[in-house]
């Protein structure tokens, strides 16, 4: 796996008062800029794309949406058509059946208002959104068909790190493809990681890891109650941890909301988590490799959802946790 060079301390692109191309530190974006998917994480992303002195078509269906991205800098637009003329189209949207729709058009309209059959010869659709191997792989075959580029591009990190531009970006794609949109890259995240020129490839790392953070936050949930039922101060037990063998950005960011009992009402939440394990299992399922503590996390997340934690971030599988060992649970939310 080869990493692609971007800068976390990249600066900020001057805004040019011609048509000239955009130039930032990885090269130029030359061409307009769709986005579609303006939740948390989507406005928040074309918001630092259009602080950086983009041009950004952002595509709604709500007209209630338009004042608000507008603040952001955004072009809002409720006609999908104003996406067809730009040279470069980000989605970042939350399933397969999403960006399904995007790329063929809506069900009672297929194919007459999809990027695949509307989008310009050589255009490029980048999909940051987490989805299916087998989807990436329909998506890229239906642009390659209609003579455009597909480029595979989820990130982690969640909207502060967006905000923040901390992402870490995972681009998989034809190579000439993705560096004409290391520029986009750059403005987005910290450092960009290529994997291939397959667009699933991308995918498949994006399932993996966020199924590793999802047992890391099983476990953590684990360990924590045990500590709290034997009468130990979960606080001072997570210090101990991340200040020793367990430092890393799961461990302290969402160990600090199981120990102190502190479940977000938002952020990742349960039936999103619960997609992308179900995803990753049957990745694994294809490839006959047994994923036992994945498929425990997976039954966790149905309990939370069927005792109403839908709405939660999935660090309450902390809650799910303690509540298994018999814990009371003194439980704060808050919405974000």
């Given at each position: 796996m080869r990493q692609q060079d971007s800068n976390a301390t990249?600066?900020?692109?001057?805004?040019?008062?011609?048509?000239?191309p955009l130039q930032t530190a990885g090269g130029s974006i030359r061409g307009r800029i769709g986005f579609v998917g303006l939740g948390r994480m989507g406005s928040v992303m074309?918001?630092?794309?259009?602080?950086?002195?983009?041009?950004?078509?952002?595509?709604?269906r709500r007209p209630d949406r338009a004042e608000e991205l507008a603040a952001l800098g955004l072009h809002p637009s409720l006609d999908i058509e104003d996406l067809f003329e730009c040279d470069i189209?980000?989605?970042?949207?939350?399933?397969?059946?999403?960006?399904?729709?995007?790329?063929?058009?809506?069900?009672?309209?297929?194919?007459?208002?999809g990027l695949a059959s509307s989008l310009m010869p050589g255009a490029v659709h980048l999909s940051m959104s987490t989805i299916s191997t087998a989807a990436a792989a329909r998506f890229a075959s239906e642009?390659?068909?209609?003579?455009?580029?597909?480029?595979?591009?989820?990130?982690?990190?969640?909207?502060?790190?967006?905000?923040?531009?901390?992402?870490?970006?995972?681009?998989?794609?034809e190579p000439d493809h993705v560096a004409r949109i290391q520029p986009i890259f750059d403005l987005l995240g910290q450092r960009t990681f290529y994997v291939g020129a397959d667009p699933a490839s991308a995918n498949l790392v994006k399932l993996a890891g966020n199924v590793m953070t999802a047992t890391a936050l099983e476990m953590l949930g684990e360990v924590l109650s045990l500590v709290r039922k034997r009468g130990l101060d979960a606080e001072m037990f997570l210090d101990i941890l991340?200040?020793?063998?367990?430092?890393?950005?799961?461990?302290?960011?969402?160990?600090?909301?199981?120990?102190?009992?502190?479940?977000?009402?938002?952020?990742?939440i349960f039936p999103l988590a619960l997609k992308d394990v179900r995803l990753a299992l049957a990745e694994a399922e294809a490839a006959s490799v047994p994923m036992?503590?994945?498929?425990?996390?997976?039954?966790?997340?149905?309990?939370?959802?069927?005792?109403?934690?839908?709405?939660?971030?999935?660090?309450?599988?902390?809650?799910?946790?303690?509540?298994e060992a018999g814990l009371a649970t003194n439980i704060e939310t808050k919405q974000t």
């Open positions: 990249t600066a900020m692109p001057v805004v040019p008062t011609n048509d000239a074309a918001a630092n794309l259009a602080a950086g002195g983009c041009r950004v078509t952002a595509y709604i189209v980000i989605s970042m949207l939350p399933d397969d059946a999403a960006v399904h729709g995007i790329v063929f058009g809506r069900g009672d309209q297929l194919g007459l208002d642009h390659t068909r209609c003579n455009q580029h597909y480029v595979a591009a989820p990130v982690f990190g969640n909207p502060d790190a967006a905000k923040a531009r901390e992402l870490f970006i995972i681009a998989a794609g991340t200040s020793t063998m367990f430092g890393g950005r799961v461990h302290k960011i969402y160990g600090a909301k199981i120990a102190a009992q502190r479940y977000v009402a938002s952020g990742f036992p503590s994945v498929s425990v996390v997976r039954d966790r997340l149905i309990t939370g959802i069927a005792r109403g934690y839908a709405n939660l971030d999935w660090s309450a599988l902390g809650l799910v946790a303690a509540q």
